[in-house]
């Protein structure tokens, strides 16, 4: 047996080397500093860390620095590098590797936009064996896959979600759910079934309650936030608030006391002008707004009666007044028309309205002027030249613009409210996109409408995540008659539209990258109706779109399940029986107060212009903006801010321009209902 002092002593020679060991052990790599691989945690170094570590390990551990590298990769962006990974793991996972690879995998897909071959991956998912981490990215996988469409299933993935997160992350979600639930109209939240023990879910619908009850009435609404804070303390919002109603909290109303209207009260625009004018001054006087149901829940008599007197669109009137609309000399089908109703008013305003004629002197002169009378906000003016120079004047007035200019420019004091093709052509998109339409075809005339259409459509298509948009230009009411004639009919075939995609970028919520939609640019090839085209907008006049539908019908046969859409550019006065039997299953859209909101105010309005409908839009386009006057600081400071008005659904962006989201209506059978 060795003496104890001999044992003490080469252990004593030994503990240098061992701790240089341990040193040098401890300084190596560049990644976290951790004796185990959890594959559950967060990723918190490069995925050339992970790739090496993966090289280095044993078939034990191998596999998890593999997924941790495949997580790294996609969180960088690397794609291919992460396909590759996924393709080269083992048959064999572990149940905990398992679920991790679903995870990567559905993520993979939604990041290449290929939600539906994300969603089974997902419905695979035992989130009983997941992690903190992974439950926050699982539900982030759900969020995505939804695509913005606002459903029960989405408000139920944030508030699942929620608990998990922390932070401005934590926030993001707040505002997301809130912003999911003002996205569902009244009908739609009205029709919802909730289970009994969903008691956060229930706390945020009887908050969208209160605030759809008392958003124009910013007291009202403190008092009822407060109120429902104390009902539901324990919900989230009750403890943070979406951005939009803590701003909300704070809001102070812009003066009216004296409204400066800004119109060109003589030459070619005036008749555009007396209408935006006999609108704003009946609203201020206390006639009606729009029903407090939504537009689509119209009885069919009342939607066929409104759409079956609709007027050429507006479309590039308002937008940029030339000449006066030609007066339709075909009166309305009398015999769907609505029985007559009182037009409810509202508590006439003592806001006092000073009418400036900006076809008389410089717009310059007209706002010095306005400023000095005293004025508290300008409406106006309407024509886009003029809009342009008051953007670029410096003003200190709040601007509520009639136009938008051709670049828009942040003011804190301008909103810009117009009645625009593009506006309508981006609506569309929306609603093409909602129905699962995901390769669109426009139908556009030869001209400088078509151009602003197809590009309006085609940027906001793109932002929503589709990719190419085709289209097809039209020329006169004679060719297509010759097109009929001859019966050529029309392809549904054309060439790629080449607009420059809105500006757009990834989406990170609780530290899981979603990347914006990469746009393709495919060559100029077309594409025919026995390829991919499954939806067709058409952007025509009533008299061009009776011979469209039949020539598209003539190439595609009555049993197509290729969509139509059309514009309110081909709604006019005057479509008797036989003309919506021809449209049957084609669907249009147009203004809420066109569409049945209000049949009393229609009629009585409808009669007023001579049922010249392009007027009527104009008229309910001054009803809005005074309605949106009064409500000037909720736009300019409430991210969010919504309205139900006669012109549309209106909503305010982050440069104050005004979008609204129109009403859908559906040819069938020789009647008008509203749009599934």
């Not at 002027?369 to 003016?381: C, H, R, S």
């Not at 914006?516 to 495919?522: D, G, L, V």
């Not at 081909?570 to 008797?576: D, H, K, L, N, V």
Request: hydrophobic share 40%.
């Amino acid at each position: 047996m060795l003496p104890s002092k001999v044992v003490r002593h080469k252990a004593g020679r030994f503990l240098p080397v061992i701790l240089a060991g341990l040193i040098l052990a401890a300084c190596s790599g560049q990644g976290p500093q951790t004796s185990t691989v959890n594959i559950q945690g967060p990723v918190t170094a490069s995925s050339a860390y992970y790739l090496q570590q993966a090289q280095q390990s044993s078939d034990d551990s191998k596999t998890d620095w593999q997924l941790l590298a495949i997580r790294a990769l996609l969180k960088e962006g690397k794609y291919p590098e992460a396909t590759q990974q996924l393709s080269q793991l083992p048959q064999q996972l572990s149940e905990t590797q398992q679920q991790e690879s679903l995870l990567l995998n559905a993520q993979l897909l939604i990041a290449q936009q290929k939600t539906k071959e994300a969603e089974p991956l997902l419905a695979q998912v035992k989130t009983g064996a997941l992690s903190q981490d992974q439950l926050a990215r699982y539900y982030s996988l759900q969020i995505a896959s939804a695509q913005g469409r606002p459903s029960l299933s989405l408000v139920r993935s944030y508030i699942a979600q929620e608990p998990l997160l922390k932070g401005t992350d934590h926030q993001g979600n707040i505002d997301a759910t809130w912003q999911t639930l003002t996205q569902m109209s009244p009908q739609e939240v009205s029709n919802l079934v909730i289970n009994a023990d969903e008691n956060v879910l229930q706390g945020w619908l009887d908050l969208l309650a209160v605030w759809r009850a008392n958003a124009q009435d910013a007291e009202m609404l403190k008092s009822g936030i407060k109120d429902w804070q104390t009902r539901y303390p324990q919900n989230p919002a009750a403890k943070t608030l979406p951005t939009q109603l803590s701003q909300m909290q704070s809001y102070t109303k812009a003066s009216t006391s004296l409204i400066a209207l800004l119109l060109p009260l003589n030459g070619q625009a005036q008749v555009f002008a007396n209408a935006i004018q006999k609108g704003f001054n009946d609203a201020k006087n206390g006639l009606s707004a729009p029903a407090a149901q939504p537009a689509a829940a119209a009885q069919p008599a009342t939607a066929a009666a409104a759409a079956s007197t609709q007027p050429a669109a507006v479309a590039g009137s308002a937008s940029d007044p030339i000449s006066a609309p030609q007066q339709q000399q075909q009166p309305a089908e009398t015999a769907a028309q609505p029985q007559s109703q009182p037009v409810a008013a509202q508590p006439a305003s003592s806001a006092q309205i000073k009418v400036y004629d900006t076809s008389s002197q410089p717009i310059e002169q007209v706002m010095q002027q306005a400023q000095q009378d005293g004025a508290t906000i300008v409406v106006g003016p309407l024509l886009k030249s003029n809009v342009e120079k008051v953007a670029n004047s410096q003003t200190p007035l709040n601007v509520l613009a009639l136009n938008e200019p051709e670049q828009i420019q942040n003011h804190p004091n301008i909103c810009y409210f117009a009645l625009s093709p593009e506006d309508e052509a981006r609506d569309a998109a929306h609603h093409i996109w909602d129905q699962g339409k995901r390769q669109p075809l426009l139908l556009v005339p030869r001209s400088g409408l078509g151009d602003r259409v197809t590009n309006a459509f085609a940027q906001e298509w793109q932002s929503l995540g589709g990719t190419t948009v085709m289209q097809q230009r039209f020329g006169s009411t004679a060719e297509l008659k010759q097109g009929i004639n001859s019966g050529a009919g029309i392809s549904l075939s054309g060439t790629p539209v080449n607009a420059a995609p809105a500006a757009s970028q990834g989406v990170s919520i609780a530290g899981l990258t979603i990347p914006a939609p990469q746009q393709s640019t495919p060559d100029a090839v077309s594409t025919s109706s026995g390829g991919s085209v499954d939806a067709v907008y058409i952007v025509s006049t009533q008299d061009e779109l009776q011979l469209i539908k039949p020539m598209i019908t003539m190439r595609t046969g009555s049993r197509s399940n290729i969509s139509l859409y059309a514009s309110s550019r081909s709604a006019q006065a005057g479509a008797g029986p036989d003309f919506r039997l021809e449209m049957d299953g084609l669907q249009f859209s147009d203004i809420p107060l066109l569409s049945g909101s209000n049949p009393g105010l229609m009629q009585q309005t409808a009669k007023s212009f001579n049922n010249d409908y392009s007027l009527v839009r104009l008229y309910a386009m001054g009803m809005d903006a005074w309605t949106l006057a009064n409500h000037f600081n909720q736009m300019r400071q409430t991210p969010g801010f919504t309205l139900d008005g006669n012109t549309g659904r209106l909503s305010a962006n982050t440069d104050c321009v005004i979008n609204r989201k129109l009403t859908w209506n559906q040819y069938r059978r020789g009647e008008i209902a509203p749009a599934n």
